[in-house]
Nanobody
Framework: QVQLVESGGGLVQAGGSLRLSCVASGRTFSIYGMGWFRQGPGKEREFVASINGGRTSYSDSVKGRFSISRDNAKNTAYLQMNSLKPEDTAVYYC???????????WGQGTQVTVSS
């Protein structure tokens, strides 16, 4: 069973930055795609960003402000969030893909709150 543990959330003012981390258990971390999702108050969970091999993908709402990366030696995925807005307030989840591309494992989430 793969475990994912997120950290790095917190309270930040609008315009500020945070970096989220997601540490994965298990071996062969590098062969799996990783993604970040978020769920704001009263909203459905939505895709934020993903990284698979050398390819990254972002939702339109975060493109140009957020950056996803990974350090395979540390079994860790990151989400650098800059120019944060109050509408970015949400619980952020990391997830690991299966080899077929389906998001199979999820972390417990970390809260990000952006004040105006």
């Amino acid at each position: 069973q793969v475990q994912l543990v997120e950290s790095g959330g917190g309270l930040v003012q609008a315009g500020g930055s945070l970096r989220l981390s997601c540490v994965a258990s298990g071996r062969t971390f590098s062969i799996y795609g990783m993604g970040w999702f978020r769920q704001g108050p009263g909203k459905e969970r939505e895709f934020v960003a993903s990284i698979n091999g050398g390819r990254t993908s972002y939702s339109d709402s975060v493109k140009g402000r957020f950056s996803i990366s990974r350090d395979n030696a540390k079994n860790t995925a990151y989400l650098q969030m800059n120019s944060l807005k109050p509408e970015d307030t949400a619980v952020y989840y990391c997830a690991r893909q299966s080899l077929q591309g389906r998001y199979q494992y999820w972390g417990q989430g970390t809260q990000v709150t952006v004040s105006s």
